[in-house]
């Protein structure tokens, strides 16, 4: 699979006009979108799957950052169940020492 990622991408950079060629984003530029809370824009969208479409350790990057956020939610989806249960367990003590 790697060799077909590697042609694409010398194939990708020889037919594509200088004009567009000298748009494409760095990496630097990917992890800032990839990071980015903010919707993005069509531009931002073509020329960011454009380089994804070239770039190795850019997908690897996006496949990190998703497995990341995965990885964060679960914890923090855990945490507030047992936040939830501890709050649970702190009003049933507090209403049997005062109604007794």
Known sequence: MFWVRNFLRRLYL???????RKQLYSCK???ALLASPDPLTFKQKFFLHL????CNNCVSYKGQIGRLGCILRDLI???FQ???KEMKDLEEKIVKKYIN
């Open 77 to 79: 989806g855990q945490r």
């Open 82 to 84: 047992e936040d939830e």
């Open 14 to 20: 020889l037919l594509l006009p200088i004009s567009i």
């Open 51 to 54: 380089h994804l479409l070239i």
């Open 29 to 31: 530029d990917v992890a």
